[in-house]
């Protein structure tokens, strides 16, 4: 899971499989992006889940978000290799100006 | 989609040189912002700007540090003079609306000071 002082993580699975990361934070929240970055680029925002939710889903990827545990995850179901990326959750603790904070990101590897 | 562009892309100079990075944010988005991230490390805010303000920044962006927007031209992040720590990826962002919403990212200038 994401978070704190942790290095940033990495998964390898295979094409086909489902994948989990998570993401527990520290200050409180009502809502949490989560973030893909590919090599090279920018991160690009994959799913924004707000405290009303609990859960959204947008094609194969689904994010829960809990606000009482202050956790979040984000799914994949049947990977593909173009999911390879790292993936960031980040809050917006602020309740006026934005100022997003990330966690340390998971560095997934799907393999053929 | 909606594209953020940063120029350069990769900028090498001597401690103690200024710098600026370049940033052209998405058209009509209002909120812009400039994040650091040091290799391997998790992206962290520096400072964000609305109506040619600074309305919020972090403990990073020390006083060498200036942002402006001239005349709705380019976002620029100003280092002078620069250190050898501030040598990271610096990313812009930007939004339409502020809090809760998306904010697009642009793909980075790696600043390297020698």
């Known amino acids: 899971s994401q978070w704190g002082e942790e290095n940033l993580q990495a998964l390898s699975i295979q094409e086909g499989e489902d994948v989990t990361m998570n993401c527990s934070y520290k200050?409180?929240?009502?809502?949490v992006h989560w973030y893909r970055q590919d090599s090279g680029r920018g991160p690009a925002l994959i799913i924004l889940?707000?405290?009303?939710?609990r859960e959204k889903r947008s094609g194969r990827l689904r994010a829960t978000l809990d606000t009482s545990s202050q956790s979040s995850s984000l799914s994949i179901t049947a990977a593909q290799c173009e999911d390879t990326a790292v993936y960031f959750c980040?809050?917006?603790?602020?309740?006026?100006?934005?100022?997003?904070?990330f966690g340390q990101g998971t560095s997934l590897s799907v393999v053929p | 989609g909606p594209k953020v562009l940063q120029i350069p892309s990769h900028q090498i100079i001597d401690m103690g040189q200024m710098v600026t990075l370049n940033c052209d944010p998405v058209?009509?988005?209002?909120?812009f912002y400039w994040y650091k991230q040091i290799l391997g490390q998790q992206m962290e805010f520096l400072v964000n700007?609305?109506?040619?303000?600074?309305?919020?920044k972090s403990k990073l962006f020390k006083d060498q540090f200036s942002v402006e927007r001239p005349d709705g031209s380019y976002f620029t992040l100003k280092i002078q003079p620069t250190a050898l720590e501030d040598s990271a990826v610096y990313f812009c962002?930007?939004?339409?609306?502020?809090?809760?919403?998306?904010?697009?990212f642009g793909p980075g200038t790696r600043l390297t000071v020698l």
């Open positions: 962002a930007s939004s339409l609306l502020d809090w809760g919403y998306e904010q697009y």
């Open positions: 200050t409180y929240t009502t809502v």
């Open positions: 889940i707000r405290s009303n939710e």
């Open positions: 980040a809050t917006d603790p602020s309740s006026s100006f934005s100022k997003l904070v």
């Open positions: 058209s009509n988005h209002l909120y």
């Open positions: 700007f609305y109506n040619g303000k600074v309305m919020e």
